[in-house]
Antibody, heavy 114, light 107 residues
Framework: QLQLQESGSGLVKPSQTLSLICAVS??????????WNWIRQPPGKDLEWIGH???????NYNPSLKSRVTISVDRSKNQFSLTLTSVTAADTAVYYC??????WGQGTLVTVSS | DIQMTQSPSSLSASVGDRVTITCRAS??????LNWYQQKSGKAPNLLII???TLQSGVPSRFSGSGSGTDFTLTINSLQPEDFATYYC?????????FGQGTRLEIK
């Protein structure tokens, strides 16, 4: 059964870089034609799609974040990652990784605060 | 960006009731519409994909319909575990966008 698990820094200072990894188990990140997504949800607010990557390396990003976001894939480790630069308090959220629409990680809370 | 508008934003209902949640897209998305259920502190759970296809393991009291710009999620005979927040999502084009959610509460 496919499982996804987010990990990374839970506290990031303003203006610094947020980095998260999504480890995939129970399936290969290189198999099939799936999108590997990052989505976030500020506390008490709605879901926001950040972007996705395909195993080919092709990416799409939300234009609202595009200048600050990078999503990459590491096939050797069966994981993909999110980097968000120049963070502010508005980036405080639960960050989820997901394969396509159906398989989501449990989410990880990232707080931006000095 | 394609805007997704859900209504109502909140809904009170009783166990056994039938409820309908609607989702409207700002432009046609064919049937590229998915429905999620989210319980407090948990990741969203996919209920319905492509407007009307029930995911494996999802109870048959859930159903979805619609195409183009107007979609509905119907829950027949509400159960206690159905009280949650429901989101629609369009996967027709990037950026992928979500509705603002419908909070289903116990009356």
């Amino acid at each position: 059964q496919l499982q996804l698990q987010e990990s990374g820094s839970g506290l990031v200072k303003p203006s610094q870089t947020l980095s998260l990894i999504c480890a995939v188990s129970g399936g290969s990140i290189s198999s099939g034609y799936y999108s590997w997504n990052w989505i976030r949800q500020p506390p008490g607010k709605d879901l926001e799609w950040i972007g996705h990557i395909y195993h080919s390396g092709n990416t799409n990003y939300n234009p609202s974040l595009k200048s600050r976001v990078t999503i990459s894939v590491d096939r050797s480790k069966n994981q993909f990652s999110l980097t968000l630069t120049s963070v502010t308090a508005a980036d405080t959220a639960v960050y989820y990784c997901a394969r396509g629409e159906g398989n989501w990680g449990q989410g990880t809370l990232v707080t931006v605060s000095s | 960006d394609i805007q997704m508008t859900q209504s109502p934003s909140s809904l009170s209902a009783s166990v056994g009731d039938r409820v309908t949640i609607t989702c409207r897209a700002s432009q046609s998305i064919s049937t590229h519409l998915n429905w999620y259920q989210q319980k407090s502190g948990k990741a969203p759970n996919l209920l319905i994909i492509a407007a009307s296809t029930l995911q494996s393991g999802v109870p048959s009291r859930f159903s979805g319909s619609g195409s183009g710009t107007d979609f509905t999620l119907t829950i027949n005979s509400l159960q206690p575990e159905d009280f949650a927040t429901y989101y629609c999502q369009q996967s027709y084009s990037t950026p992928i966008t979500f509705g603002q959610g419908t909070r289903l509460e116990i009356k």
